[in-house]
């Protein structure tokens, strides 16, 4: 059986009871840094073995991870901080536990994502989560303001004032909301437009995991607009939407009625 136990983003005292008597009854726990695992099981005096599972060696180590879990063993799997799995080693294993049929289940907890988005204080119905934003920024936020609702990516603080120099020069009236350090000591919840962030941390460079959410708005006015087509793929690549889905939402975000967005698409169309 596989136990994916969620562990605190910061503060040790954001664990769950149920989370602790997992750790303290499994056989083993496997762990992204052993070190920093080390740390939240001696506050709480459990004492297991640790098995390193990490981006570098959960290929690697898949297999006689699955022998142990078809033997009958227990074993956790945590990340360094949050819930594993989201931006985390350990889906390669439990879509191995899936295929075979060995049990897994998920004990909830701690989530940065989640926490940044209920401190950003922005009123949504959807919300769409990138992961880490790529170190040329732009293309990514470009298809995100486009989105109709929340999106949420995390950033390094050595690449965030770019990122947001990127939203000045795009969307500088886009809300905002960086959360850092979140329940930590000098947890912060910033909010405000590009130029009023960046303006903050070029005053003082910010240190710390960071989660940039992006509020609801109305999507840039480009330079250089997209062609149907490239919206249409844009959508489809960022969205996963159909292309039916996708070429009805170009049509409403390039303003044409989607008659003629119908006609250009098969006119097209080998």
């Not at 044409?256 to 698409?265: S, V």
Request: hydrophobic fraction near 40%.
């Amino acid at each position: 059986m596989l136990y994916i136990v969620a562990t605190p983003i910061g503060n040790l005292q954001d664990i769950s009871q149920r989370a602790l008597d997992t750790l303290k009854e499994c056989d083993g726990i496997l762990c992204e840094d052993t070190r920093r695992t080390a740390i939240l099981l001696d506050r709480y005096g459990i004492s297991k073995p640790l098995i390193p599972c990490h981006k570098f060696n959960e290929a690697r180590s898949l297999e006689p991870v699955l022998d142990h879990l078809r033997a009958g063993k227990r074993y956790a799997l945590v990340s360094d901080a949050g819930t594993p799995c989201i931006n985390d080693p350990g889906s390669l294993l439990t879509a191995a536990c899936a295929k075979e049929g060995i049990p897994f289940t998920s004990i909830p907890g701690p989530c940065s994502l989640i926490n940044a988005l209920v401190l950003a204080a922005f009123p949504f119905e959807r919300f769409q989560f990138v992961g880490f934003l790529s170190k040329k920024p732009k293309r990514d936020l470009r298809s995100l303001l486009f989105y109709p609702g929340v999106s949420a990516a995390f950033e390094s603080p050595e690449r965030i004032q770019g990122t947001l120099e990127a939203l000045l020069d795009l969307a500088p009236t886009r809300p905002l909301c960086i959360a850092r350090e979140m329940t930590k000591t000098f947890e912060e919840s910033l909010r405000g437009s590009p130029a009023e962030l960046l303006a903050r941390f070029q005053a003082r460079p910010p240190k710390g995991e960071i989660v940039l959410i992006i509020g609801p708005g109305e999507p840039p006015e480009d330079p250089e607009p997209l062609t149907l087509e490239e919206c249409i793929a844009l959508l489809q690549e960022t969205h996963g939407l159909t292309l039916k889905e996708s070429l009805k939402q170009a049509a409403r975000l390039l303003k044409i009625p989607k008659r003629d967005a119908y006609r250009e698409i098969h006119r097209n169309s080998p």
